[in-house]
T-cell receptor
């Protein structure tokens, strides 16, 4: 079974600064997919970024980028130039290659200070 | 393009009753999955349906069931409700291929009293 661990319950960042969220996972599969989702107070899950395990290149989406270390089973998210709208819960998730079955970490709450 | 639509958004049920939640996926998406979110257990996978067949199942008791119709719409049912079933139930949809982006609905808030 897959497990996903987010070791930081809460992170605080100054507006315009950079914050990095940690995520480690455990899987016996060689082919899988990793995601970061944002969940604002509305509770709508919004996809932030997606990484395919077979791709060595780290995914980037505007101010969001990941550091994917397959051997270490680590998948951290970097938010650059933080904005007030980035304040939310962030979830790291693993998806198996055998269908759409996401395993989520416990989440990291990001606070953005003006 | 409409997103994933879940109904009802909020509902209150009494212990022992049953509830049915509905989910309409994004047009063209044939995979629908369901998740339960609670403060104590976090986000947990319930089941996934693809082409009207259950493709994956999480570790939930048999009181939790689901189905998918030929138009890809899905329903989940919880029978004999317990207080612990109070949660946000999230539906998500995706295209056929595994690994495609998974899009979530706004969820159905269930309160069991």
């Amino acid at each position: 079974a897959q497990t996903v661990t987010q070791s930081q319950p809460e992170m605080s960042v100054q507006e315009a600064e950079t914050v990095t969220l940690s995520c480690t996972y455990d899987t016996s599969e060689s082919d899988y997919y990793l995601f970061w989702y944002k969940q604002p107070p509305s509770r709508q899950m919004i996809l932030v970024i997606r990484q395919e395990a077979y791709k060595q290149q780290n995914a980037t989406e505007n101010r969001f980028s990941v550091n994917f270390q397959k051997a270490a089973k680590s998948f951290s998210l970097k938010i650059s130039d933080s904005q007030l709208g980035d304040a939310a819960m962030y979830f790291c998730a693993h998806n198996t290659a055998a269908g759409n079955k996401l395993t989520f970490g416990g989440g990291t709450r990001v606070l953005v200070k003006p | 393009k409409a997103g994933v639509t879940q109904t009802p958004r909020y509902l209150i049920k009494t212990r022992g009753q049953q509830v049915t939640l509905s989910c309409s996926p994004i047009s063209g998406h044939r995979s629908v999955s369901w998740y339960q979110q609670t403060p104590g257990q976090g986000l947990q996978f319930l089941f996934e349906y693809f082409s009207e067949t259950q493709r994956n199942k999480g570790n939930f008791p048999g009181r939790f069931s689901g189905r998918q119709f030929s138009n890809s719409r899905s329903e989940m049912n919880v029978s004999t409700l317990e207080l612990g079933d109070s949660a946000l139930y999230l539906c998500a949809s995706s295209r056929e291929r595994t690994g495609n982006t998974i899009y979530f609905g706004e969820g159905s808030w269930l309160t069991v009293v």
